[in-house]
C-alpha cells in the first residue's frame, strides 16, 4: 500500500524511480525479485549481502522463478564519496593534528586497479555521497579532473535509470557478455574490505570491535588506579 501511494505522490513530483535501491541492508530474501515484479520494478541496485566474487551486474532468480537484473555497487553505496578536488597527495592539519589526505590521483589509480576486474561492460557506478556527509560542491570541477587525468574516460552525473539502461544496451550488443544468475536468496555474511583485502564475517567485526572497546576500557581503569597509588603516595 505505501509503495503504491507513494507512487501515486511521485508523479505530482515528476514521477518515481522504478529502481529497488536497497543499500545497506545485510541480506536479501528469495521473494524480492517476484514481489518487485508485482510493483512492475524490475532492476536492483544492492550492496552487502552479496557472494564474493560478484561482478557489478547480474541476474537475480527469485523462488518462484522470477528473475530481474540486479547492480551491486562494489565498494559501498558510497564508493566514491568525498572525493579530493586536489589532484596529489596532500597534507591537511585540523585542531594542531596532521592528517595525510589521498589526491585524485592516487584515488583513480586506486579504483581503477582494485574494482576494475569487478565491472560489467564499460560502465561503472560511482556514488559520490552517503547519507552522513554534505553534499560536494566541487563535483563538476573533480569529474572534469577525473577525465583529464584518465582521458579514455567519460564521466556523467547520471541516475540509476541511465547507468541501468547503458549496461542493459551493452549486453544486449554482445551475445558474449552473459551475466552470472545468482539464485535465491542473498545473505552472504562475508564483508570484503576494499582497503586491505581482508574477509570477515560481520559477527568478527562486531566482536573486534566490543574487543577493542574492552581493551581501552580496561586499559584507562589500569591508568585511573596507577594515578591514584601515586597520589596516595
Known sequence: RNLILGFREAERFGGAMKVCYLPDCFGFNSQLPQIATGFDIHDF???????????TAFRWRGADGTESFAFYMYGSYGNARALPLKVDD???????TTFHRRGLRSWLAD???????????NNFLLMEGIDHQYA???LPEIM???????????????????????????????PAME????????????????????????WEIRVNSILK?????????????????????
Open 45 to 55: 541496485v544492492v550492496w552487502r549481502g552479496m557472494p564474493k566474487g560478484t561482478r
Open 213 to 233: 572497546l574492552d581493551r581501552a576500557a580496561k586499559a584507562a581503569t589500569e591508568d585511573d588506579e596507577g594515578n591514584s597509588g601515586e597520589e596516595a603516595a
Open 136 to 138: 560536494n560542491a566541487n
Open 90 to 96: 596532500y597534507e591537511e592539519t585540523i585542531d594542531g
Open 179 to 202: 551475466l552470472e544468475v545468482l539464485e535465491g536468496e542473498l545473505r552472504s555474511r562475508k564483508y570484503t574490505s576494499t582497503k586491505t583485502n581482508s574477509e570477515q564475517t560481520i
Open 111 to 121: 579504483l581503477l586497479g582494485k574494482f576494475g576486474a569487478r565491472v560489467v561492460g
Open 144 to 174: 572534469a579532473t577525473i577525465e583529464r587525468l584518465a582521458p579514455e574516460t567519460e564521466t556523467r552525473h547520471s541516475s540509476f535509470e541511465e547507468y541501468i539502461a547503458s549496461v542493459k544496451a551493452e549486453v544486449s550488443a554482445d
